[in-house]
Nanobody, 123 residues
Framework: HVQLVESGGGSVQAGGPLRLSCAASGFAYSSYCMGWFRQPPGKEREGVAVIDSDDGSTDYTDSVKGRFTISRDNAKNSLTLQMTDLKPEDTAMYYC?????????????????WGQGTQVTVS
């Protein structure tokens, strides 16, 4: 069965770093586009960063460019979001998600598999 399990969330002060991880299992991870999404309370879910399966190309929402880095380790079925210079507006539940290669790997693509999320709070 498919599992995506996020970890690394927590409470940090503005300006600080935080690293989120996603452990994937139950599907052909290396063939999937992977992404990080976030949803503040009462707001819509937003695509934060995606990384493609074939060439490892990435895309980021404008508000995190230069601060966040998405990466993947296909040998470990692992996805990472390295966040720096965190701001209060980064506060949200962060989700790991996967999309098969049949779909376009983009911030607004409809991802198939989702984790339960990990909370990031910046004060």
């Amino acid at each position: 069965h498919v599992q995506l399990v996020e970890s690394g969330g927590g409470s940090v002060q503005a300006g600080g770093p935080l690293r989120l991880s996603c452990a994937a299992s139950g599907f052909a991870y290396s063939s999937y586009c992977m992404g990080w999404f976030r949803q503040p309370p009462g707001k819509e879910r937003e695509g934060v960063a995606v990384i493609d399966s074939d060439d490892g190309s990435t895309d980021y929402t404008d508000s995190v460019k230069g601060r966040f880095t998405i990466s993947r380790d296909n040998a470990k079925n692992s996805l990472t979001l390295q966040m720096t210079d965190l701001k209060p507006e980064d506060t949200a539940m962060y989700y790991c998600a996967a999309l098969s290669a049949d779909g376009r790997c983009g911030l607004r693509s409809v991802f198939q598999f989702w984790g339960q999320g990990t909370q990031v709070t910046v004060s």
